[in-house]
């Protein structure tokens, strides 16, 4: 297996895979969506009808997450530094307002600390989203609809910072909001608020020209979230061999030897994602359906994009990808008569101090 350390005894970890299952921060989104393509009524008919199109047809997922929650007044001052590249970048406030100088990005992170100086160090002073889009995406669009979706959902109680970031493939702002507001409410989004922010950053993407959806995970066949940021950036490292296996690998590694030798079943959130898309497959093919019975030619052609869309299927987890090259892996071993690891096997890259023992 290319991205795991196989090596690793499965017994040694397996009581140990215990992934962490959190509620779906789009669930209530996806009940929406499914609901809607089953809907009688005109005005939500034809809403439903063009997000199903976008859906099927792939459009460009937008992407909003949490990545951190700076406490005290040094903590925030060392974000903002950050995510404004010590100058580099500017950051742009809820007034309008250009901060490049470091006098400035400190004297904001004191104004959103703790006013009870002797909490400072503990008291979550902002917190900090990221809103991204794929690679290709007009930077200055991006930044707009950001400005725009902060606007509307956060500057009538919060202050806040944006950061346009193009360092990266995926062109991104970062969006730190003052975790005390105007009148002494904390900002603590939750996961339905988060999925707000995704409807309405889409939104106003296209309404700037810029192909754009967010759709729920489960409507997608996907039935949990991505790796973390953290998790993505070990991994890289490992694959090119300046840093040993995550331990998260030699996990799942683990899981899936276990499920193959047959002792263990498949974790919780695999037979869940299952049974999520069953059920989305039957509201996808209940409205190609309904779409192939219409007069419109274009009604028809959606009906059949619906159906190829199904046909492809739910994405499978790391863990059922896991599993298969295993099952692959076992299958050429019988085929060839050998045993242990074939040579044609690619062979995970270690770092170079693991190349010595």
Same mark, same amino acid.
């Given at each position: 297996m290319?991205?795991?350390d196989?090596?690793?005894?499965?017994g040694?970890v397996?009581?140990?895979f215990?992934?962490?299952?959190?509620?779906?921060?789009?669930?209530?989104?996806?009940?929406q969506?499914?609901?809607g393509?089953?809907?009688g009524?005109?005005?939500?008919?034809i809403?439903?009808?063009?997000?199903?199109a976008?859906?099927?047809g792939?459009?460009?997922?937008?992407m909003?997450?949490?990545?951190?929650?700076?406490?005290?007044?040094?903590?925030?001052?060392?974000?903002?530094?950050?995510?404004?590249?010590?100058?580099?970048?500017?950051?742009?406030?809820?007034?309008?307002?250009?901060?490049?100088?470091k006098?400035?990005?400190?004297?904001?992170?004191?104004?959103?600390?703790?006013?009870?100086?002797?909490?400072?160090?503990?008291?979550?002073?902002?917190?900090?989203?990221?809103?991204?889009m794929?690679?290709g995406?007009?930077?200055?669009?991006?930044?707009?609809a950001v400005?725009?979706v902060?606007r509307?959902?956060?500057?009538?109680?919060?202050?806040?910072?944006l950061?346009?970031?193009?360092d990266?493939?995926?062109?991104?702002?970062?969006?730190?909001?003052?975790?005390?507001g105007d009148?002494? +409410?904390?900002?603590?989004?939750?996961?339905q608020?988060?999925?707000?922010?995704?409807?309405?950053?889409?939104e106003?993407?296209?309404a700037?020209?810029?192909?754009?959806?967010?759709?729920?995970?489960?409507?997608?066949?996907?039935?949990?979230a991505?790796?973390?940021?953290?998790?993505?950036?070990?991994?890289?490292?490992?694959?090119?061999?300046?840093?040993?296996?995550?331990?998260?690998?030699?996990?799942i590694?683990?899981?899936?030897?276990?499920?193959?030798?047959g002792r263990?079943?498949?974790?919780?959130?695999?037979?869940r994602?299952?049974?999520?898309?069953?059920?989305?497959?039957?509201?996808?093919?209940a409205?190609?359906?309904?779409?192939?019975?219409?007069?419109?030619p274009?009604? +028809?052609?959606?009906a059949?994009?619906?159906?190829?869309?199904?046909?492809?299927g739910?994405?499978?987890?790391?863990h059922?990808?896991?599993v298969?090259?295993?099952?692959?892996?076992s299958?050429?071993?019988?085929?060839?008569?050998?045993?242990?690891?074939l040579?044609?096997?690619p062979?995970?890259?270690?770092?170079p101090?693991?190349?010595?023992?």
């Amino acid at each position: 297996m290319s991205d795991f350390d196989s090596s690793f005894e499965a017994g040694q970890v397996a009581a140990l895979f215990k992934p962490k299952i959190t509620a779906d921060p789009n669930g209530r989104g996806a009940n929406q969506l499914l609901r809607g393509l089953s809907s009688g009524k005109a005005q939500r008919a034809i809403s439903t009808r063009a997000r199903l199109a976008r859906v099927v047809g792939r459009a460009p997922e937008v992407m909003v997450k949490v990545t951190g929650r700076p406490k005290g007044k040094s903590h925030a001052a060392a974000h903002f530094d950050y995510i404004g590249r010590k100058g580099d970048v500017p950051l742009e406030t809820r007034d309008g307002d250009i901060l490049s100088e470091k006098d400035d990005r400190a004297a904001l992170a004191r104004d959103w600390g703790d006013p009870a100086y002797w909490r400072d160090s503990s008291t979550v002073a902002a917190v900090s989203m990221v809103f991204s889009m794929p690679a290709g995406t007009d930077p200055d669009k991006v930044l707009s609809a950001v400005r725009e979706v902060a606007r509307s959902e956060i500057a009538h109680e919060w202050d806040y910072v944006l950061a346009l970031h193009t360092d990266t493939p995926r062109p991104h702002v970062h969006l730190t909001v003052a975790a005390r507001g105007d009148t002494g +409410r904390r900002f603590n989004p939750r996961p339905q608020t988060l999925h707000q922010y995704r409807e309405r950053f889409a939104e106003e993407l296209r309404a700037r020209g810029v192909s754009a959806e967010a759709t729920p995970r489960a409507a997608r066949g996907i039935g949990r979230a991505g790796q973390s940021m953290s998790l993505n950036q070990m991994r890289q490292r490992y694959m090119t061999g300046t840093a040993p296996a995550p331990l998260a690998n030699r996990k799942i590694t683990a899981a899936a030897q276990d499920q193959h030798r047959g002792r263990a079943e498949a974790p919780e959130f695999v037979g869940r994602g299952r049974q999520q898309w069953d059920e989305a497959r039957k509201r996808y093919l209940a409205a190609a359906q309904r779409l192939g019975e219409s007069a419109d030619p274009a009604d +028809r052609q959606l009906a059949d994009q619906v159906r190829q869309f199904v046909r492809a299927g739910r994405a499978p987890t790391i863990h059922e990808q896991s599993v298969a090259a295993i099952e692959r892996q076992s299958q050429q071993r019988e085929l060839s008569g050998q045993r242990g690891r074939l040579p044609s096997e690619p062979v995970p890259p270690r770092p170079p101090t693991q190349r010595k023992r």
